[in-house]
């Protein structure tokens, strides 16, 4: 031991009077500390694994599956909330009176949206939403084994997702129903029959602004089966034949 304490002795001798410490950074400079460094919560041996790792441009295992986590969650809150955006959207405009009268929004905004519930929609994507919640609070499970305390997350509740999604929402569900009812077809003019009317009374469809689209199959339903303009109760034999010139 002595030769070897000698011979380091020796190299360091005469590295020093080369001037190769001369260079050093740092030299002359109080020595900078990290504030993790003086932390009760960080194990020594662990702040100083974590700065050979932040050194050498490397990441522990937890930090990686980090990304993996924080990814996972947005999904899930994004489905879900892309599923309440559209059943909140159906059942606003279901309370509407249907076209063509006027729709308006007038006693809808972003504060009543918010407070809208639907049990009805939670026990039928209940299912799913137990399902997709336990495979996230698995990774949060996976993660929180391998990060310090620091870093650990919490787990998450379903009652408290579904809280979070009927706020965060409310405007999202305003908007989409604003996009729907401009993209209705403009109120029928003063004075134009309805479809149903014209149906029954002539065969010209040309003549009005619109007609349902079960009018038309119900019409292409009747001559494909050679009923022609005439309802399937009458037959051409029953008609009243028309009297030659």
Same mark, same amino acid.
């Given at each position: #031991?002595?030769? %070897?304490?000698?011979?380091?002795?020796?190299? +360091?001798?005469?590295?020093?009077?080369?001037?190769?410490?001369?260079? !050093?950074?740092?030299?002359?400079?109080? +020595?900078?500390?990290?504030?993790?460094?003086?932390?009760?919560?960080?194990?020594?041996?662990?702040?100083? #694994?974590?700065? $050979?790792?932040?050194?050498?441009?490397?990441?522990?295992?937890?930090?990686?599956?980090?990304?993996?986590?924080?990814?996972?969650?947005?999904?899930?809150?994004?489905?879900?909330?892309?599923? %309440?955006?559209?059943?909140?959207?159906?059942?606003?405009?279901?309370?509407?009176?249907?076209?063509?009268?006027?729709?308006? /929004? =007038? =006693?809808?905004?972003?504060?009543? $949206?918010?407070?809208?519930?639907?049990?009805? %929609?939670?026990?039928?994507?209940?299912?799913?939403?137990?399902?997709? /919640?336990?495979?996230? =609070?698995?990774? +949060?499970? *996976?993660?929180?084994?391998?990060?310090?305390?620091?870093?650990?997350?919490?787990?998450? #509740? /379903?009652?408290?997702?579904?809280?979070?999604?009927?706020?965060?929402?409310?405007?999202? !569900?305003?908007?989409?129903?604003?996009?729907? &009812?401009?993209?209705?077809?403009?109120? *029928?003019?003063?004075?134009?029959? *309805?479809?149903?009317?014209?149906?029954?009374?002539?065969? =010209?469809?040309?003549?009005?602004?619109?007609?349902? &689209? %079960?009018?038309? /199959?119900?019409?292409?339903? &009747? *001559? &494909?089966?050679?009923?022609?303009?005439?309802?399937?109760?009458?037959?051409?034999?029953?008609?009243?034949?028309?009297?030659?010139?």
């Amino acid at each position: #031991m002595k030769g %070897w304490a000698s011979l380091v002795e020796e190299k +360091i001798e005469k590295a020093r009077s080369s001037g190769v410490f001369n260079n !050093v950074e740092g030299r002359g400079k109080p +020595i900078q500390r990290h504030p993790d460094e003086s932390n009760p919560f960080i194990a020594r041996e662990e702040f100083l #694994m974590n700065r $050979i790792l932040k050194r050498n441009e490397a990441a522990p295992p937890w930090v990686e599956t980090q990304g993996d986590l924080e990814q996972a969650i947005r999904t899930f809150r994004a489905i879900i909330s892309s599923s %309440w955006v559209r059943r909140a959207t159906r059942t606003i405009l279901s309370d509407l009176p249907p076209p063509p009268y006027p729709r308006t /929004l =007038n =006693n809808v905004t972003v504060e009543s $949206i918010s407070k809208l519930r639907d049990k009805e %929609w939670e026990e039928k994507e209940a299912s799913y939403h137990e399902a997709a /919640l336990k495979e996230v =609070n698995d990774q +949060i499970r *996976r993660h929180n084994g391998m990060a310090p305390f620091s870093a650990r997350r919490p787990y998450l #509740m /379903l009652k408290y997702e579904l809280e979070r999604c009927y706020e965060k929402n409310a405007e999202d !569900v305003l908007k989409n129903l604003e996009e729907t &009812l401009s993209r209705e077809p403009l109120n *029928r003019k003063p004075g134009a029959k *309805r479809s149903g009317d014209a149906a029954s009374a002539s065969g =010209n469809l040309g003549e009005f602004t619109t007609f349902s &689209l %079960w009018d038309a /199959l119900r019409r292409a339903a &009747l *001559r &494909l089966f050679g009923y022609g303009s005439s309802p399937p109760g009458r037959s051409a034999s029953n008609q009243t034949p028309s009297t030659s010139p």
